[in-house]
């Protein structure tokens, strides 16, 4: 079955720690993004990138970054630089056209403890 | 500025039609998405509208007025399992999609 996986799906981590969000796709879309949701807000852009090997800052990139070496893999890395990294974090991938549907993977909940 | 608003939480019950209002007032527009997130899970797609009127799909229904800034969510014969989050989002000029905060809905029996 087509689809994005994410993992982990939990994951603790100590203040100070570099801690890298896996996102697979297998849907042969070219677009992938990270959003991170926090309660209360709506899901804000991280990064994006609709093309192997390039990729674009979005809203709040600050204290992240990422890779996009295949078409498949958009992995996220959150920095000892993020300074609230605590969150629920969502990869998403589209086709790439004008209809933008985003089909997202199940979700990755970060907490610092 | 990019401002979609959405209200926080509504209730109905379970048979019911409610109404999910979205305002936007973006620096662009390339068509408005909605999408639904049970709690703790993914957002999945459900409609998309670039005109203006009304798309229908089953038990639900999206409407879009570009003049007014305007969309709304129509959900019909609501049922227990329609108790989630709806997002509204715009996709702007540069097709990035700029989601509101989201409408938590709590249906009754």
């Known amino acids: 079955d087509g689809g994005i996986t994410q993992s982990p799906k939990y994951l603790f981590r100590k203040e100070g720690q570099n801690v890298t969000l896996s996102c697979e796709q297998n849907?042969?879309?070219?677009?992938m993004y990270w959003y991170r949701q926090d309660p209360g807000q709506g899901l804000r852009l991280i990064y994006y990138s609709q093309i192997v090997n390039d990729f674009q800052k979005g809203d709040i990139a600050e204290g992240y970054s990422v890779s996009r070496e295949k078409k498949e893999s958009f992995p996220l890395t959150v920095t000892s630089a993020q300074k609230n990294p605590t969150a629920f974090y969502l990869c998403?991938?589209?086709?790439?056209?004008?209809?933008?549907?985003?089909?997202f993977g199940e979700g990755s909940r970060l907490t610092v403890l | 500025g990019q401002n979609i608003d959405q209200p926080t939480e509504m209730t109905a019950t379970e048979g019911a039609i409610v109404q999910i209002n979205c305002t936007y007032q973006?620096?662009?527009?390339?068509?408005l998405f909605w999408y639904q997130q049970h709690a703790g899970e993914a957002p999945t797609f459900l409609s998309y509208?670039?005109?203006?009127g009304l798309e229908e799909k089953g038990r639900f229904s999206s409407f879009l007025s570009r003049s007014k800034g305007y969309s709304y969510l129509l959900l019909k014969e609501l049922q227990m399992k329609d108790s989630a989050s709806y997002l509204c989002a715009v996709r702007d000029p540069t097709d990035k999609l700029i989601f509101g905060t989201g409408t938590r809905l709590q249906v009754f029996p």
């Open positions: 509208n670039v005109l203006d």
């Open positions: 849907l042969n879309h070219d677009a």
């Open positions: 998403a991938s589209s086709i790439g056209d004008y209809t933008g549907e985003l089909f």
């Open positions: 973006t620096s662009g527009f390339n068509g």
